[in-house]
């Protein structure tokens, strides 16, 4: 039982040879690729990483000088203009002709304002500046800025010898710095220039340049809307370091909450809105809420902390203290070789699926013929050897396949040899060396005159002889093997014409008696089968005799196990009950019957069967006379005989005269007694 367990255990597929294929050809290109994509990757981003900072520096540099030069520009240009009005003093012409100069060279700049000792102030227009002449901005606008009291304390910074800038787009709604600065003589100048240029170069793909003041008001943005806000963005922690770094330029990586500076559009604040955003932002209402996302006006609150990396360089301007940073979102750098690793992935998978397709069908032509191979493994393995195979592979599973054909056909012909069931049983485990007490019923059969006829087929057939005699046998043995197997008999061997085989060793149905009832079932079989095989031969034939047998049964506990050596080993049985089987079945011929049974046997199945009793007879090496009974017929089987007359009419024999036959003539292994 545990054999049979164990084997269903190992019969069990967990795991198909597809199944295994397919998951190492997944492994292997998950591996290799998926390698290979983060080997590049890292790789890449590497180097991206490093050309993106040294970018990042390299535009900052750009940025600063053109803001630097800038600055520099309205600061000379401004100076020299006052200089000059001052130095002019009432030579009006000469004035008129100097101002329409600058503001022919300065056409960004809006107004000039110049305080000196003992003069009044001025404030000089420039009418041709576009925003006055599209009256975008007024004159009384200028001087309404110039003369605030917030201005006028940043120009006491200036008398101080500061050089001051401030975001003037909050007063004007254009894109407008103050500058104030000392004149000689204690003195202070301003100018209104226009940085729409600047924010305009501000502007590159992924970098991003603004430029504050020292005290972290923003002075030019490329997001105009964040100019007009003018924000002061010293707060933030990474403003705050430059701010204070004594260092004139630098760069470094920065994780901060960027607020309104991250290098996207940046919210603003409701109440800081002017008039030209509320009516955008009217107009968005009335095409839909949801397009006010696309834009990212009304993107109106702010990341609630949340934390993000750039690189940031910046570069800072003296004498005015401006400085110009330039960053890029640490994301951004690696956007295009993260949309690379994605399509890198998408390839993977695509691969991984291609592969996976082909290696199943590969898979299949090898685990079809390996199931095919299996299965008829399965069915020898359950005794059946005469198996054909159609597999056409011209690889190494079709070479299998060969030497697998040609094993089915040998163990077909070694099947003859041997009992197919005993060899099955053995190759599956159930039978193992050794011996087994089994309560058995033994059958022993042999021809009667055999050695007369094969006499006879000498002296008829001559070379031939051997060819026809065992021809004849061959043929005998079909029928009366047919018998025994049908009843789930065990064919022990063949001694030379006569038969051995057993039930209830290598298996039994149910019972000691079953078992018994089933071997003489199989004796009456044979007699039947036997009266028709007569029937047909032809009287006289030389190569075709009749045939007549005699059969001995005895029951009775054996041994049964494999006995032999360990070149060659036989499933047989041993014992007192063999032995009185063997020497009952000579019993047969002087006493005229076919088939005898031992008194056991009787005991086990005689209800069963129609018997008749013969003399007892004391077999060698029993104390006792053994009681012996010839089988007529199945009890109640009103077909065939009834008597053993009828049996010995049936089977052509005389009643024989016990009294005139000398039993002990021959062995000397039993002799004739009077019924009890």
Sequence with gaps: MKAQEKRRDLDKINFSIGAKMVTI???????????????????????????????????NRISAIEAGNLLSNVHNNTRAFIQTRIALGSQTSIINESTASFWAGNPDTAAVFYLVSGRPEQIIVNDQFVYIANKNITSAQINSYFNSAEIKSKMGDAVRGRTILLNAAPNFSKAIIAMFFQLQNGGVGGVLFSTENLNHNFKFEVNQSYMISVDGDLLCHTDLTLVRNAPNIADLEFIHSIIKNPAKDGQKREEDDFGIMENKPRPIEKKEIDVIIIEEVMSLVNKGINHLADIGVL???EKDGKKSRQYVAYTKLNPTGAIVITSIDYDTIFESIDRRTRHNIYLTIAVLAISIIFVWFFAKSISVPIKSLAVAARQIEGGKFDLEFQLKNRDEIGVLASSFGKMCSALKVFGKFTNREIAVKAMRGEIKPGGLAKNATVFFSDIREFTAKSEHFTSVFGAEASDKIVYWLNHYFTHMIDCIEKTNGVVDKFIGDAVMAHWGTAYTVGSARKDAFNCVKAALMMR???????????????????????????????TAGQLGSDQRMEYTVIGDPVNLASRIESLTKPLGVDILISEDTWRLIGDLFLTDEMPSVTVKGKSKPVRVFAVINFAGEPKGPQSIDEVRSLLGVDVPDLEEIDLNADEKKYKIGENS
């Design 299 to 301: 993107n109106l609150s």
């Design 528 to 558: 039947k089968a036997l009266y028709f095989m007569n029937k047909e031969r032809k009287a006289g034939d030389p190569a075709n005799p009749f045939i007549n047998i005699g059969c001995g049964i005895n029951s009775g506990i054996v």
């Design 25 to 59: 050809i997944s492994i292997i290109v998950v591996l290799s690729l998926g390698s290979i994509t983060a080997m590049v990757s890292l790789l890449i981003r590497w180097d991206l990483e490093t050309t993106a900072v040294a970018n990042n520096m390299d535009i």
